[in-house]
């Protein structure tokens, strides 16, 4: 009855996920083909805090807000770093595009029985990038680079055996050549576990943070001569527009559908994401586990078509007494730019 119960879950969070994206289609079966809303585009800075971290959750469809049961919690949840006992940490990375790199590194330190803390780092930039101009395109024999960075240090409670919260602040610092701007951002998030096969709720609210604004040197115009008068005239100081932080919003959805078997596991999960600069996602994962030792992973991401769908990945895990290992893969192909590959390790210590 239980695995019945637990069949019928999962069907029902397939169609949970898979009903979001029936808005966009036509009765043919095809994306309807309406003018798309660009609004949010470009509508703010620091863009980067919301590509998905940890090659587990990538593999998974980027559905872990209601799982977040691993280091990088820290980023989907910070709820979710409460699950588990002792000392835990991760490190992700990403090759992107065109020498695009995407790194995260998070450390979980219980601080008591009923709280942990922890610290996380995410970091986004490119290799040396050449200066070109309209008469020097081959280059100037300059070099730029772009470096994005969020610090962050969280604290988690478990308040009642089912409900959990989670705070973190952030430092985000944005680099572009010699323009960079600064500021602060909070994330907040809670999971929920009624007691029903493994069945986790969870909800995060990200990127909480006043405008910021870029300054630098590169914003200074120099003045030049004045046949006029003969002098030259003064530099003028160009004032940058103020923009937001994305704000985004994650409900999670998790269940363990073989639950109370030895052996074997499996893993659901789905997700509704939005955020203030891209439009709403929907989202679907699971993992199988055989004997707490290798994982599979599949995922797919509703709601971009024009970037990202099907992705995938492995897990393999070590444990000896009070340790345990990780070593996690994922692979997400872009539609039009081509495979994204992630790997990630974890570890764990009772």
């Known amino acids: 009855m239980k695995k019945l119960y637990g069949f019928g879950l999962a069907v029902a969070l397939c169609v949970g996920a898979c009903t979001s994206t029936l808005i966009a289609q036509d009765n043919s079966g095809n994306v309807n083909s309406a003018p798309r809303d660009f609004s949010k585009i470009g509508a703010g800075l620091g863009n980067f805090l919301n590509i998905p971290v940890g090659a587990r959750a990538i593999g998974m469809g980027a559905s872990f807000t209601g799982v977040a049961d691993d280091p990088t919690a820290l980023y989907w949840n910070p709820a979710g770093i409460m699950q588990g006992k002792g000392a835990s940490a991760n490190y992700s ?195 199988y586990t055989w004997n707490n030792l290798l994982s599979a992973r599949a995922g797919y991401q509703f709601g971009s078509s024009e970037a990202y769908g099907i992705s995938a990945g492995l897990g393999i895990r070590y444990q000896t007494g009070g340790f345990l290992g990780q070593i996690d893969y994922a692979i997400r192909p872009h539609k039009t730019l081509g495979l994204v590959n992630q790997i990630s390790a974890s570890v764990w210590f009772n």
């Open 93 to 287: 990375f990403a090759s992107l595009f065109a020498g695009i790199t995407h790194n995260f590194a998070g450390v979980t330190i219980p601080i008591g029985e009923s709280y942990k803390a922890g610290v996380s780092a995410v970091s986004y930039g490119s290799d040396d990038i050449p200066v070109t101009t309209l008469f020097q395109q081959d280059g100037t024999g300059e070099r730029y680079q772009v470096r994005d960075l969020a610090l962050g240090l969280t604290f988690a409670g478990q308040l009642t055996e089912q409900f959990s919260f989670g705070i973190t602040g952030k430092f985000v610092n944005l680099a572009f050549a010699t323009e960079s701007a600064s500021g602060v951002a909070f994330d907040v998030g809670t999971l929920y576990k009624p007691g029903i096969l493994g069945l986790r709720l969870g909800f995060a609210v990200q990127n909480l943070s006043t405008p910021m604004k870029y300054t630098g040197n590169g914003l200074v115009q120099t003045g030049g001569f004045n046949q006029t008068t003969g002098y030259q005239n003064p530099d003028v100081q160009l004032e940058a527009t103020e923009a937001s932080l994305p704000l985004t919003f994650r409900a999670g959805l998790a269940a363990d559908v073989l639950e109370g078997d030895e052996m074997q596991k499996l893993l659901v999960s789905t997700e509704f994401s939005t955020a203030s600069d891209r439009g709403e996602f929907a989202s679907l994962g699971a993992e």
